[in-house]
């Protein structure tokens, strides 16, 4: 009779051990873990942390600002909201430049910082409002002080935000940047021209993948030129366009890839001059 219950405690022990091989094993923890939240709860107190200063911020620069129709100013999700907004404002911005310029860049830097869409309605109302150069050195420098906002966001906490959203988008990334490190400049230029990887990932990958700050600034003000100059010049002819599509046309592509083609070709001519 004891042979018997031996071999039954061994048989439910080998079930267990069998049981926790099971839970050990990568195949019974990828489905648990695939809709899981990334950030820990430290992480997400940061992030809101810094989300609410932010907008605090935001928030008394707007009480500063001297009255204004606020019910006809929302952001902007269409071109007809965007001429809309346009008209409703060409007279608070002529009337109160300063204070316009300052809520207008720190909603700018707002929106960058925490990728909250709609940055390119914000250009095209800098270049129907400011003109050209204005609205062009606007635009650039908004967008410059929100990426680099939120380079240094994600580097305080972005790592398993950005590895949960795109594992194999940074793979290639961290691969690229890893081939790339005498000529690291160029080769950020040449994101920052082309659509190549999205600007939303570069500024977010960027600090995971080691990139200096110092590349990632120069290659940001340099390489958002281009792109900026094309949807800030469209700003002055908004009642023409249908769509956002329209700014970046195959013959607009074209163009940035070739600009984005002579950053990289000092990195094309030294690897070929090391094969030889």
Same mark, same amino acid.
């Given at each position: 009779? $004891?042979?018997?219950?031996?071999?039954?405690?061994?048989? /439910? =022990?080998?079930?267990?051990?069998? =049981?926790?091989? +099971?839970?050990?094993?990568?195949?019974?923890? !990828?489905?648990?873990?695939?809709?899981?939240?990334?950030?820990?709860?430290?992480?997400?107190?940061?992030?809101?942390?810094? +989300?609410? *200063?932010?907008?605090?911020? &935001?928030? %008394? @620069?707007? &009480?500063?600002?001297?009255?204004?129709?606020? /019910?006809? *100013? !929302?952001?902007?999700?269409?071109?007809?909201?965007?001429?809309?907004?346009?008209?409703?404002?060409?007279?608070?911005?002529?009337?109160?430049?300063?204070?316009?310029?300052?809520?207008? %860049?720190?909603?700018?830097?707002?929106?960058?910082?925490? #990728?909250?869409?709609?940055?390119?309605? #914000?250009?095209?109302?800098?270049?129907?409002?400011?003109?050209?150069?204005?609205?062009?050195?606007?635009?650039?420098?908004?967008?410059?002080?929100?990426?680099?906002? %939120?380079?240094?966001?994600?580097?305080?906490?972005?790592?398993?935000?950005?590895?949960?959203?795109?594992?194999?988008?940074?793979?290639?990334?961290? /691969?690229? @940047?890893?081939?790339?490190?005498?000529?690291?400049?160029?080769?950020?230029?040449?994101?920052?021209?082309?659509?190549?990887?999205?600007?939303?990932? *570069?500024?977010?990958?960027?600090?995971?993948?080691?990139?200096?700050?110092?590349?990632?600034?120069?290659?940001?003000?340099?390489?958002?030129?281009?792109?900026?100059?094309?949807? $800030?010049?469209?700003?002055?002819?908004? /009642?023409?366009?249908?769509?956002? !599509?329209?700014?970046?046309?195959?013959?607009?592509?074209?163009?940035?890839? *070739?600009?984005?083609?002579?950053?990289?070709?000092?990195?094309?001519? !030294?690897?070929?001059?090391?094969?030889?």
């Amino acid at each position: 009779m $004891v042979a018997p219950r031996v071999m039954v405690a061994e048989d /439910g =022990r080998g079930r267990d051990e069998d =049981r926790e091989k +099971f839970e050990d094993s990568p195949a019974s923890k !990828k489905p648990r873990l695939e809709g899981r939240f990334p950030l820990s709860r430290w992480e997400l107190v940061t992030a809101l942390g810094v +989300f609410l *200063i932010f907008l605090v911020g &935001l928030s %008394c @620069i707007y &009480l500063t600002m001297p009255a204004a129709e606020y /019910g006809k *100013i !929302k952001l902007p999700r269409t071109m007809s909201e965007l001429r809309l907004l346009k008209e409703n404002l060409a007279v608070y911005a002529g009337d109160h430049p300063a204070q316009f310029i300052l809520g207008y %860049c720190s909603t700018y830097i707002f929106m960058q910082t925490f #990728m909250i869409p709609g940055t390119i309605f #914000m250009s095209l109302l800098a270049g129907a409002l400011f003109g050209v150069v204005r609205g062009l050195v606007l635009v650039v420098f908004n967008a410059t002080a929100g990426a680099s906002s %939120c380079f240094f966001l994600s580097k305080l906490i972005g790592r398993p935000l950005v590895v949960w959203l795109w594992p194999e988008k940074l793979r290639f990334f961290q /691969g690229e @940047i890893a081939k790339r490190r005498e000529k690291l400049l160029n080769y950020m230029l040449f994101l920052r021209v082309t659509p190549t990887l999205p600007n939303l990932f *570069i500024n977010l990958a960027s600090p995971i993948v080691d990139i200096p700050f110092h590349v990632f600034f120069l290659a940001t003000v340099v390489g958002l030129l281009p792109a900026s100059f094309i949807t $800030v010049k469209a700003g002055l002819a908004l /009642g023409e366009l249908k769509s956002v !599509k329209d700014l970046y046309d195959f013959k607009t592509l074209v163009v940035l890839f *070739i600009i984005g083609s002579v950053a990289i070709i000092p990195t094309l001519l !030294k690897r070929k001059r090391i094969y030889e």
